[in-house]
């Protein structure tokens, strides 16, 4: 038997993966070859670190060494440096932006130290497409306990007792929703993880799948065995072909060991998974329209009730569950609701993942528990704003939430203190705008997205949120009167009542919230017509002035529709009404000479 | 690969799989293991450290032992490599000079495990920049 001393872990997420770690994993393992260190060294891949920033990541135990941004042609050094001689390689060592030192251990990485893992809890750690790593870390031990030792209504009341919430957006309760699913009688049940992430900027879900596929899989059948359902069905969006390749995989390997399939552990239970995939639409993140998709209709959403679990799939009792729910649930059972519940606040337990994203330093994927703050979140794991700059809002939710500001920044997050701040958990995702950003245009943004996306079954969130989106370019461009706001406000009111779903329901959050805390900016662009932030082109303002300008013709030239006009050696005008806002002219000129309002 | 047939048998299953996930285990929780720290420069890797090493490790495995091996460079002994560095949890770091497999051995049985002190240690005459405060 070969005893490795040294693990070296390549992350094999979609992120790392688009900067050559399949290549990286190639090098290390013929360079290990080629010095003769098999026996000692084994190379891993493993699901996301989360810090896709400074992405490929190579991370060495058991001395915690973190390598970023690791090139496939570092390889020959790492082994021949590290591996053989215990040398690190300080070039690739992360560096701290604050004191510019090496961090030579990662426990010491600000991104890190805040961070509680518990649905990542084998990201970053196991290889995904091995069971047996995920066995040897209490795998399936949880389903085993429960199948040989509880009754149904025993795991329930743990899942209930621990305090779990629904990690897709909603926050409802998941232990009463299976207690539901669970008392409805029927002939057939199904379990539905929903994998069908569409937030703008969130990837938890995809990252869980493709690093950790089993903990999702062992609680589906911990799910099975509670609501009294033999089948499990993952909607996953097409997009994700790494976390189907993925899941694939770990439901064949689950199933040679019996862990799927008939007779589960030799106890009489029986449940299979199945795969099904969505085409991505936005809608069908939602449990009616989700249910509708996978039964081969159109992706719409129904009137609720009747809930899923009365009436789901193929009109049967389904329960539906997020990918991050389920991860969390086999670490609920091997280390008891009690545990759960001691971290995180009092009506939110637990941690949540989020998707760091937008002007900041360290974009990437963290865990931290429930109740911990915007300003720990954002200036200590996530390294502050990008290029010194200062921090505006940050839009949590995605499309349905809405954006916080600095007066949040002190604010514990959990599910009832962003609804509290006017926005919402939502899957997590966290955009993050620094002052460059016009608060228009992010509210014109989402609804440029949620118009894509509705479906159109309702008239409200088909017809309205393109009127929303349309009186917002109206303001963008400059035609935007004070009434406009007053407007946006009454219809997104009306929209937020009358839609059919909660993608309608929300939809208008973006634009009320950020009428609510940049009301000012939303004046600017009506009254003064100025956008603060200076993003909406059309606000802008190009003249030349005349002192500064020598007339050196550069501008003139470089115009694209011949707005500028002048004799040589002598100050050019800039004609408004032909000019296009395109900035040609401001960054040819060598003199400054060119004005921006 | 055969069917698990029972909690039993997934339970066994686990227990002889978690000695490869060991490294990474510890790797969690460092500070609360003893760390030793064997000097792998290249006079560290000719005068044997590599043997030293493997023997440290194995021994470790055997009996479960709550500590972590990983190598470091040359610490400037080189007239008394192959050199290993022992931290056990608040204690000093120790180190021992001229190791070979039964030193290897003895820095276990005798140092970690019974706390008794091994001849070959070599005193502490330096401090590190991190030492300075």
Same mark, same amino acid.
């Given at each position: ?344 606040? @009092? ?32 200036? @200590? ?91 917002? @370019? ?11 706001? !007053? ?28 009428? !609510? ?29 005349? @002192? ?50 | ?133």
């Amino acid at each position: 038997m070969s005893h490795y001393k040294m693990h070296l872990l390549v992350c094999g997420g979609t992120g790392c993966r688009a900067s050559e770690s399949e290549k990286i994993t190639e090098n290390l393992n013929a360079e290990i070859k080629k010095l003769g260190l098999e026996n000692e060294a084994q190379v891993v891949v493993t699901g996301c670190f989360g810090f896709c920033e400074k992405g490929p990541i190579v991370k060495i135990v058991p001395d915690n060494t973190f390598y970023t941004q690791v090139k496939p042609e570092d390889c020959a050094e790492i082994v021949s440096e590290h591996v053989l001689k215990g040398r690190k390689v300080s070039r690739l060592l992360y560096e701290d932006p604050e004191t510019q030192k090496h961090v030579e251990d990662s426990k010491h990485m600000g991104f890190y130290q805040k961070q509680i893992r518990i649905a990542l809890r084998n990201c970053g750690f196991i290889d995904p497409e091995n069971i047996d790593e995920y066995i040897a870390r209490d795998g399936y031990a949880a389903l085993g306990n429960i199948l040989t030792e509880m009754s149904p209504q025993q795991a329930i009341d743990i899942m209930k007792k621990s305090g779990l919430r629904g990690r897709g957006g909603g926050g409802f309760p998941t232990g009463l929703k299976w207690e539901i699913a669970s008392s409805n009688k029927a002939d057939q049940k199904y379990v539905v993880c929903n994998a069908d992430e569409g937030d703008p900027g969130a990837f938890m879900d995809r990252s869980i799948l493709e690093g950790d596929p089993h903990s999702v899989i062992e609680a589906m059948a911990i799910c099975g065995y509670c609501i009294g359902a033999n089948k499990g069905i993952v909607y996953i969006r097409a997009e994700y072909p790494l976390a189907i390749k993925r899941l694939k995989i770990a439901a064949r390997q689950a199933r040679v060991y019996g862990l799927l399939g008939n007779d589960v552990l030799g106890t009489g239970f029986s449940f299979d998974i199945e795969l099904r995939y969505g085409a991505g639409a936005f809608v069908c993140g939602e449990e009616t329209a989700l249910i509708k998709s996978m039964e081969g209709l159109r992706g719409e959403p129904t009137v609720k009730p009747p809930f899923p679990a009365e009436k789901g799939y193929l009109g049967k009792p389904t329960n539906v569950n997020n990918v991050e729910t389920y991860a969390n649930v086999p670490a609920i059972f091997l280390k008891g609701p009690e545990w759960f519940a001691s971290i995180g606040t @009092e009506k939110s337990k637990g941690t949540k993942v989020f998707a760091l994203a937008g002007k900041i330093n360290n974009v990437g994927l963290i865990e931290v528990p429930m109740g911990i703050t915007l300003r720990e979140v954002i200036f @200590e794991i996530g390294g502050g704003i990008k290029d010194g700059k200062k921090f505006k809002a940050v839009q949590t939710g995605g499309p349905s939430g809405g954006c916080l500001t600095e007066k949040h920044l002190d604010t514990p997050i959990d599910f009832d203190n962003l609804i509290a701040a006017g926005s919402m958990m939502g899957s997590g995702g966290m955009i993050v705008m620094d002052e460059d950003d016009c608060m228009v245009s992010v509210a014109k943004f989402y609804l440029e997205f949620t118009v894509e996306e509705s479906c159109g079954k309702c008239a409200p969130c088909r017809i309205g949120n393109k009127r929303l989106h349309e009186i917002l @370019e109206k303001i963008c461009n400059g035609k935007g009167t004070e009434a406009d706001i !007053e407007y946006l406000k009454n219809l997104s009111k009306v929209i937020k009542d009358t839609a059919l779903c909660g993608l309608g329901q929300t939809s208008p959050n973006p634009v009320l919230s950020t009428i !609510e805390h940049f009301l000012d900016e939303y004046k600017a662009h009506v009254t003064e017509r100025i956008c603060p932030a200076g993003q909406c082109k059309a606000l802008k303002l190009y003249t030349i002035i005349p @002192e500064k300008c020598t007339g050196c013709t550069a501008c003139t030239r470089a115009c694209p529709v011949g707005a500028i006009s002048g004799e040589k050696r002598q100050p050019h005008i800039i004609d408004v009404d032909k000019c296009i806002r395109c900035g040609a002219c401001y960054d040819k000129c060598k003199f400054t000479a060119i004005h921006v309002q | 690969m055969n069917k698990i047939k029972s909690l039993d048998d997934l339970r066994k299953m686990k227990q002889n799989l978690e000695n490869g996930m060991n490294i990474r285990e510890k790797s969690n929780s460092p500070e609360s293991l003893v760390q030793i720290r064997v000097a792998m420069a290249t006079c560290g890797i000719a005068s044997g450290a590599r043997a030293v090493m493997n023997t440290l490790i194995e021994r470790i495995e055997k009996d479960k032992i709550p500590a972590v091996v990983t190598q470091g460079g040359c610490m400037g002994y080189c007239y008394a490599e192959p050199t290993v560095e022992v931290k056990v949890p608040g204690k000093d770091p120790v180190v021992f000079g001229y190791v070979d497999s039964k030193v290897a051995i003895d820095i276990i049985e005798k140092y970690v495990l019974q706390g008794e002190l091994l001849e070959g240690i070599i005193p502490v005459n330096y401090q590190t920049i991190n030492d300075k405060k």
